[in-house]
């Protein structure tokens, strides 16, 4: 139904316009999606407990979609076990001009720079606090793009604050291309700092929330083992693996389009194997020392089961949503249960 009718029409107009419209249709008549797609399976051989948490499927909506806290409950029950909301910043920002979201079509990509566009933290909590704790929220969150590197991390504390009442997991969002000063943001020494002074706030809370550090797909295997021994030393709760690549190798999509179409972050099925590698080097790396979610070009059943093989212990999808429709969160967990029993929990 979706790629069959829908999709031939949405393609026909702007991303980011289809982006609004698609959702207040499902803000607005979320109860007609149950007309349209296939009820969601539920089914206990899909649930899984991962960092405390219970979720009623591994199969995730990845953070940016939902950016303002706004659509949790209508994805929730579109069949995701788990919607990632964010990323939220300190303050409201626009984020970078328009046009800023593209789709390659030939590749099954997407290159986006929205700059983290978002209303900002206090828009966020209001949201939550409407939250009846049907799904589980991770809160993704990150800097003002006009902060000062000195202020990098009180901008990840007051989101961290702020939203700590209201999401049952965070992850600190370090690897987006587009906020600029990034180079920082990956640098161990800085993330040591950032993490250290994070779990001080969510130690002197009553209840601790599950943090998670979310990277790029772009680093080599000596980043990646210094990610292994940040892991281990710092004690955070796991990591999602990954956010969009900078990297433009092998696409179909031509030069001459790519260069028109500029900066940003790639997504989609060219990223599919960089990611589920990436995955499977820190799993091995560490011993599966740590809950990896992987995210990163699913677009189908088979490309979920290679990052769970891989070693993730959930996945979470953004661009195979847009290009596969809500099907393909059914078409998983109906794969997953034909393999119960057979896969790692
Ligand atoms: C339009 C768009 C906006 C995104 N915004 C965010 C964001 O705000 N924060 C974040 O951590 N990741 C963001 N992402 C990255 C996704 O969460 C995901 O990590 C990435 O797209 C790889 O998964 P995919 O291939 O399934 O899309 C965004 C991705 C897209 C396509």
Avoid: W
Wanted: net charge positive; glycine share 10%.
């Amino acid at each position: 139904m979706y790629k069959s009718i829908i999709r031939p029409i949405l393609f026909k107009f702007d991303p980011e316009d289809v982006h609004h419209f698609t959702f207040s249709v499902l803000k607005n008549f979320g109860f007609l999606t149950q007309l349209f797609f296939p009820k969601p399976i539920v089914d206990k051989r899909l649930e899984r407990e991962v960092f405390g948490l219970k979720f009623k499927n591994p199969v995730g909506l990845a953070a940016g979609f939902d950016k303002n806290a706004v659509l949790f409950n209508e994805l929730g029950d579109l069949g995701f076990g788990f919607v990632e909301i964010g990323t939220v910043t300190p303050k409201a920002q626009v984020g970078n001009p328009k046009k800023r979201l593209f789709r390659l079509i030939e590749d099954g990509g997407i290159i986006n720079r929205m700059g983290f566009n978002n209303d900002g933290l206090q828009a966020a909590i209001e949201k939550l606090k409407g939250n009846k704790g049907k799904i589980i929220i991770g809160g993704n969150i990150g800097k003002n793009t006009d902060t000062s590197p000195e202020n990098y991390t009180q901008d990840y504390l007051d989101c961290f604050e702020g939203l700590h009442p209201h999401v049952d997991y965070f992850v600190l969002n370090v690897s987006c291309p587009n906020v600029g000063s990034h180079a920082k943001l990956q640098d161990v020494e800085y993330l040591r700092e950032l993490i250290t002074e994070v779990k001080k706030i969510n130690q002197s809370k009553s209840v601790q929330k599950p943090i998670l550090l979310k990277i790029a797909p772009d680093l080599n295997n000596a980043q990646l083992d210094e990610i292994v021994e940040l892991i281990a030393e710092t004690k955070i709760d796991g990591v999602i693996v990954s956010n969009t690549s900078v990297n433009r190798e092998g696409l179909k999509t031509s030069p001459e389009v790519l260069q028109q179409i500029g900066n940003g972050g790639l997504s989609g099925k060219p990223i599919r194997e960089r990611s589920t590698k990436m995955i499977r080097y820190l799993s091995d790396k560490s011993n599966r020392a740590f809950p990896i979610i992987g995210v990163g070009g699913i677009h189908s059943a088979k490309d979920a089961i290679e990052k769970l093989d891989a070693g993730a212990t959930l996945v979470q999808l953004y661009t195979g949503f847009i290009y596969e429709g809500p099907e393909l969160i059914n078409e998983i967990n109906k794969e997953l249960l034909t393999r119960a029993g057979r896969l790692p929990r």
